[in-house]
């Protein structure tokens, strides 16, 4: 018999009652019959391992051009929203800052920085490392960013404690001989007779020996893997002196510092982007376009309404059907708003983080020349904390290295410094690790204290508890949802940034096929 041609009615009459009004508002795009303001056509680069499934037609402003801010507005834009960003500085990006040579960096209640570095380098002064479970790669992949290694622990950089500079081989060496020693000796001596069986003692003593390298009578006198002054070539090297008594090292706090890479969140591998870690920042932009995005708009007023959000800022006002804000918590609760006062007590909860980072521009890499360190980080016990060595560039003439990253007390007291002064004082700590040559051929340095960043201040949020605040703003406020790194478990990663916005958008994404 012959059939009945099929109507685009009766298609999806069908859609709708197999897979429901979802299903049926994706058709509907797919046939160019669903209602969009979206006045461009969306294409997502790659397919993305995140997808907001059907097609909505709802216009949202997004507070804040953020990371969070724009994945938002990405991820909503490939659903079909037409979607305006708001932000208080001049560009985009918030905390994902790479600066250059020629960019200009004003601080509050202080004096504008011009960085000056050379042509080809960079300085990230916000985020500098992604873990490979993060959902930041799946963006870098999706969006087209190539990555390469972030040499996160680096055997050797060096461990500066107590007054006491030495590798982090030769540190870690050392922690590890001495633990091995006492637990391997606690086993010989039968000590845990009630806990192991005799093969299990024998098997644990010798993977103690192997773990610790161990002498025959089981103790720890140093080893090969220490290092060397003079490293084996012709013939076997010099190795260095005898290690310091357990109670120097313990007494100096070594095991503080090397058992950092133990945390799931900084073990290796480690990834940048190439080019400097806004190359994120850049993709997001051109994906949802930068005429979506105002710069220089300080918001003045959020009202959420019936059918609606209005916000308002000095010169102009806008409302859409939905507003996502992606602000800092300490910032957003002082903008005035009508969303009540158990929504500005749980923003005013999260206590805001002082960090600091300078970037040291040097006319010759000296660190990879004399010190043979390729990439990698030295832990320090002083106020600059770390020193940062560049993964990239390798054997280039010139390099920029992190000269010092610290938070809270720390970031506070370089932070109160004017930019010339940072500079003295850390080259005068750093000069305590690598010698004289650390304070030669700096070419021009550039430094940061992220809580006098005018409409961010401070580099990222610590709450006092997981509370009920918390879990109140992981739920909108009337029609204002917020995202941020702050409102996830993953705090100062652009994971968390990114992470918190999908979650808003899937919820506002609900919503509005749920009323359509």
Known sequence: MERAALTRRGLLVGIGAAGGAGAMYAAMGALGLAPSAQDKEFTAPRQGDFTLRGKGAAKVVILGAGVAGLTAAYELGKAGYDCTLLEAREKAGGRNLTLRGGDRLTELNGPAQQARLGEGLYFNAGPGRIAPWMVTLDYCRELGVPIETFVNHNASAYVHTGGRTVRARTARAD????????????????????????????????????????????????????????????????????????????????????????????????????????????????????????????????????????????????????????????????????????????????????????????????????????????????????????????????????????????????????????????????????????????????????????HIEGAWVRWPAFDSSFTLLQRPAGRVYFAGDWLTHLIAWQAGAMESARAAVTLLHQRVLQSA
């Open 175 to 454: 922690l590890y001989g001495y633990v091995a020693e006492l637990l391997a000796k606690a086993t010989d001596h039968g000590a845990l007779d009630r806990s192991l069986t005799k093969d299990d003692q024998e098997r644990l003593l010798d993977f103690l020996r192997r773990f610790g390298d161990l002498g025959p009578k089981l103790d720890y006198a140093g080893s090969a893997r220490r290092g060397y002054v003079k490293y084996p070539a012709l013939d076997g090297g010099t190795p260095l002196d005898a290690p310091a008594p357990l109670r120097e090292i313990l007494a100096a706090g070594t095991g503080r510092l090397v058992l950092n890479d133990f945390g799931y969140d900084m073990a290796t591998p480690m990834f940048q982007p190439v080019g400097g870690m806004d190359a994120i920042v850049v993709k997001l932009t051109e994906a949802v376009g930068a005429d979506r995005i105002r710069t220089g708009t300080k918001v003045t007023g959020i009202t959420t309404l019936a059918d609606g959000v209005e916000v308002v800022w000095d010169g102009g006002s806008i409302k859409a059907d939905y507003c996502v804000a992606a602000l800092p918590p300490h910032v957003l609760a002082r903008i005035p708003h009508n969303l009540g006062a158990q929504v500005t007590a749980a923003l005013r909860t999260p206590v805001p983080i002082a960090a600091g980072k300078i970037g040291l521009e040097y006319g010759r890499r000296w660190w990879e020349l004399e010190d043979r360190i390729y990439g990698g980080v030295t832990e320090t016990d002083l106020d600059i904390t770390h020193i940062w060595y560049p993964s990239h560039g390798f054997h280039s003439e010139r390099g920029v290295l992190v000269g010092y990253y610290n938070t809270e007390r720390d970031a506070e007291l370089y932070g109160a410094l004017s930019p010339e002064d940072r500079r003295g004082r850390a080259l005068t700590q750093g000069k305590k690790i690598h010698g004289e040559k650390y304070r030669k051929d700096v070419l021009s340095s550039v430094s940061i204290a992220w809580h006098r960043q005018p």
